[in-house]
């Protein structure tokens, strides 16, 4: 079932393209871009990784400094613009890893999830037509010949383990030819162009404003996005997925004592452990289950039920560790993952600091969401969207929390309809966060 639309923060993430000459000084504009940026969703991605997998004849070719990697031809375009409308969409995306040294793209890659800001460099970052699509900023580096030549024999020869004659070989024959082809014409397309790279101080502050600008209406934009659907769950009634603990005697009887003041915090996490428990319990009773036939010990036939595929968990820092004692007495063996939002401290947005989820988090039957407040429903709907993003089905996710307000469980559920949470009491909207400072003491 679909729901209503939800971009994440680092949805439309704001790419910067910095093409420039082999040794123009790319890598350190980048670098010094970040460093002023001076904030944690930045990434820099090199086109180098998008290299193409070379036949064994071009192989050989390439260690004798007579293949030409300079040229367009030599880069996987298609497969550069796949992952960056990956990362363009709030996506994860996973990005290929060259060996300069062999000449060859290695077997495994490196994730890259949730940048707000994402800097390509490369000679050919603003080639071709479909990537110039997806920039916002486009930057050229220019610097002297005889300069680039110098930086790329230092580095080649100190990082990529060639030999000077090589070097020049590769610069006559295919670099310099290869700059006047298609290189410099580059310069056309961009919307900045960066004479003496880090030194020039005036042009990264520009660039440096312009992004932050960027950045400042991507987060009024999400805020604006958080109050509409706000506005839209408001007067609904509570979804069917939403299934709260049956309200008995012993339940009324344990939140008196979560609830009161004179608890001690022994008797305080004793109680909450138990509550955590039962809720877990609960959310067990969501997963799917196949029949199953045993032999009892006396020699008979039992037809019963056995779960259908793996159980994991995430916790969502810090709070959901509070129920991970009854995570843990109810499933001993559950794969358990984290991550951490926190809210900015300027704008009370959101945000996703730390994520570290089970490798095959994807093919899990169920996987269990444990936070022990939902308040405005803000970090619940970024927490889902992250496991969705990282392949898993919103039917298969189970959102565990000790209390919820109305309209922070209408707005999970208005974007993912097919979620289920387990809640035990149901509390005003914005209810300040309380219960993992007493169960921690801090």
């Not at 996987?76 to 300069?100: C, H, N, T, W």
């Not at 077997?107 to 071709?128: C, Q, R």
Request: glycine content about 6%.
């Amino acid at each position: 079932m679909e729901g209503a639309h939800y971009s994440p923060p680092w949805a439309d993430t704001s790419i910067i393209g910095v093409a420039g000459s082999s040794g123009s000084g790319k890598t350190s504009l980048a670098h010094a871009i970040v460093s002023s940026l001076n904030l944690p969703w930045v990434v820099i991605l090199s086109m180098d990784s998008f290299y193409k997998i070379l036949t064994p004849e071009q192989h050989a070719l390439a260690h004798r400094n007579e293949y030409d990697l300079d040229a367009p031809s030599a880069i996987d375009f298609d497969l550069m613009v796949e992952r960056l409308e990956d990362l363009k969409q709030g996506r994860r995306a996973e990005i290929p890893i060259y060996s300069f040294e062999q000449h060859q793209r290695q077997d495994n890659t490196v994730s890259i999830y949730s940048p707000h800001v994402l800097i390509l460099e490369g000679i050919f970052a603003l080639f071709d037509k479909r990537i110039l699509d997806l920039l916002d900023v486009k930057i050229f580096a220019e610097a002297d010949a005889d300069l680039c030549l110098a930086r790329r024999i230092l580095r080649d020869v100190k990082e990529r383990g060639r030999d000077i004659e090589g070097c020049i070989k590769q610069w006559t024959s295919f670099v310099k030819p290869n700059f006047q082809r298609h290189v410099h014409p580059q310069r056309e397309k961009a919307d900045i162009i960066i004479p003496r790279g880090i030194d020039n101080r005036v042009a990264i502050d520009m660039v440096v404003k312009h992004i932050q600008l960027l950045l400042v209406k991507k987060s009024r934009n999400h805020q604006e996005e958080l109050k509409r659907l706000g506005r839209q769950a408001e007067d609904e009634p509570l979804s069917q997925n939403v299934l709260l603990l049956k309200q008995s005697k012993q339940i009324t009887a344990i939140n008196t004592i979560l609830r009161n003041p004179a608890t001690d915090d022994v008797d305080f996490i004793f109680y909450f452990d138990r509550l955590s428990g039962l809720l877990v319990e609960r959310a067990l009773e969501n997963l799917r289950f196949n029949g199953k036939v045993v032999q009892t010990p006396q020699g008979n036939e039992y037809h019963g039920l056995g779960t259908q595929g793996e159980t994991s968990a995430v916790v969502i820092l810090r709070g959901g560790s509070c129920l991970e004692t009854g995570l843990k007495r109810v499933i001993p063996d559950c794969k358990t993952g984290r991550l951490l939002i926190q809210s900015n401290y300027r704008t009370g947005e959101p945000e996703l600091h730390f994520l570290h989820l089970p490798e095959d988090i994807a093919s899990h039957s169920s996987v269990l969401l444990l936070d022990p407040q939902m308040s405005s429903g803000g970090a619940a709907l970024m927490t889902v969207r992250v496991l969705v993003d990282h392949g898993v089905e919103a039917s298969r996710i189970v959102f565990v929390t000790y209390s919820a307000g109305k309209m922070g469980l209408n707005r999970l559920l208005k974007v993912f309809p097919d979620v289920r949470v387990v809640v035990c009491t149901i509390v005003e909207d914005y209810h300040e966060r309380w219960l993992e400072k007493k169960y921690f003491g801090c």
